[in-house]
């Protein structure tokens, strides 16, 4: 585990990242369901489900102490850390990376890279492949990521993070949002 500054590169620039030691992303054990997993956890007062994720993304928040010790559970299969960008929004590594390649990588270079790595590539797009790490440790998904993106071959690699939906206001500038009645609702119908 990286007790250091974190970064993450994008487009070759290393964006700033700052652990949040008090959120999980926590994934059940193979054999084990994930809401029996999250009522047992959430029956803990020194933790709390966020339900603010998409309910099959078990994402679990509180006291630091009490989370280090969830990836000991028998029914937990890792945890994954939690990160602040500059922006101030929080990032939450998954088990996934997306690995983009240069063109001219052969499939064979692409599986010799991945290969060498601890884990398993699990889908294969035309842009991107999807790396499932099995590192336990909770920052591996990034410091993997960090690593991938410096061979020549690899165009970005990214860690699948999970963010929490925002909420934007609709410009009302634009020129048709009057006919867009549906992004305006002030209860004119009732």
Not at 44 to 62: E, K, N
Not at 167 to 180: I, K, L, M, V, Y
């Amino acid at each position: 585990m990286n007790n250091g500054d974190y970064t993450l590169t994008v487009d070759g620039t290393p964006m700033p990242l700052r652990r949040v030691d008090n959120v999980r992303f926590v994934t059940p054990a193979r054999d084990a369901y994930p809401a029996t997993t999250a009522a047992r956890l959430a029956r803990s007062s020194r933790l709390a489900i966020d339900p603010t994720y998409p309910p099959d993304s078990l994402v679990v928040r509180g006291d630091r102490r009490k989370l280090e010790e969830v990836p000991g559970y028998r029914d937990v299969q890792n945890t994954r850390a939690a990160f602040r960008d500059p922006k101030g929004n929080l990032l939450l590594l998954t088990n996934t990376l997306l690995v983009g390649f240069d063109s001219g990588a052969s499939d064979d270079d692409r599986e010799r890279l991945l290969g060498s790595l601890p884990g398993e590539v699990i889908d294969r797009k035309a842009r991107y492949w999807k790396f499932r790490v099995a590192a336990q440790e909770e920052d591996a998904p990034l410091l993997l990521a960090n690593e991938l993106s410096e061979e020549s071959i690899v165009k970005y690699a990214e860690p699948n993070a999970l963010q929490a939906a925002t909420f934007h206001q609709a410009p009302q500038d634009e020129p048709r949002f009057g006919n867009q009645w549906t992004l305006r609702n002030t209860g004119q119908n009732g």
